[in-house]
T-cell receptor, first 115, second 114 residues
Framework: GDSVTQMEGPVTLSEEAFLTINCTYT??????LFWYVQYPGEGLQLLLK?????DKGSNKGFEATYRKETTSFHLEKGSVQVSDSAVYFC??????????????FGTGTLLAVQP | ETGVTQSPTHLIKTRGQQVTLRCSSQ?????VSWYQQALGQGPQFIFQ???????GRGNFPPRFSGLQFPNYSSELNVNALELDDSALYLC?????????????FGEGSRLTVL
């Protein structure tokens, strides 16, 4: 079945460091891919998405490119801030019977940014 | 614009009991999904309701059931609680049964089963 694998955390970085969080997926068909973020004490929020191969999603300085050939959707940011500390989830949209918005999530990666 | 709200935020039950969790969807949204997030894991899809009908279900037993009301709010009911049901239950709303994966999540209801 469809699945998402992302790198385990925690990832600890100093402010202004470069961030990469790896995500690979297994899916039948052509899913859309997402990164959701969960800040402490808050619900999950959509960070960025890409709906087809070679699309690049971007938001708040974060980027991820949908790579069909490597089945990957790695999250990157050039310079992290303390406020980026959160849990990041990679997810794909499994089209379930054509009528369901079912997301399959990875296990999440905790990012801790130190000043 | 009102976001997704869930209640209660925390609750403790004992094994064998029943629980009802509630969710108010974001204004303008007609679709509600429920997810279970165990500690240290990603959310897992339980089911989705669109226009008051279930239109998709994950790998959860029938003792997990739900409802959606005409105002698009929703309930998740779990009967015969088991210890493994301890988790954060997330409600998410969206517009349209065939969504594009952009969900708006509430902060969740944390259930502890003793």
């Amino acid at each position: 079945g469809d699945s998402v694998t992302q790198m385990e955390g925690p990832v600890t970085l100093s402010e202004e460091a470069f961030l990469t969080i790896n995500c690979t997926y297994t899916a039948t068909g052509y899913p859309s891919l997402f990164w959701y973020v969960q800040y402490p004490g808050e619900g999950l929020q959509l960070l960025l998405k890409a709906t087809k191969a070679d699309d690049k999603g971007s938001n708040k300085g974060f980027e991820a490119t949908y790579r069909k050939e490597t089945t990957s959707f790695h999250l990157e940011k050039g310079s992290v801030q303390v406020s980026d500390s959160a849990v990041y989830f990679c997810a794909l949209n499994a089209i379930y019977g054509g009528a369901t918005n079912k997301l399959i999530f990875g296990t999440g990666t905790l990012l801790a940014v130190q000043p | 614009e009102t976001g997704v709200t869930q209640s209660p935020t925390h609750l403790i039950k004992t094994r064998g009991q029943q629980v009802t969790l509630r969710c108010s969807s974001q204004s303008g949204h007609n679709t509600v999904s429920w997810y279970q997030q165990a500690l240290g894991q990603g959310p897992q899809f339980i089911f989705q309701y669109y226009r008051e009908e279930e239109n998709g279900r994950g790998n959860f037993p029938p003792r997990f059931s739900g409802l959606q009301f005409p105002n698009y709010s929703s309930e998740l009911n779990v009967n015969a609680l088991e210890l493994d049901d301890s988790a954060l239950y997330l409600c998410a709303s969206s517009f349209g049964g065939q969504g594009d994966g952009e969900l708006f999540f509430g902060e969740g209801s944390r259930l502890t089963v003793l």
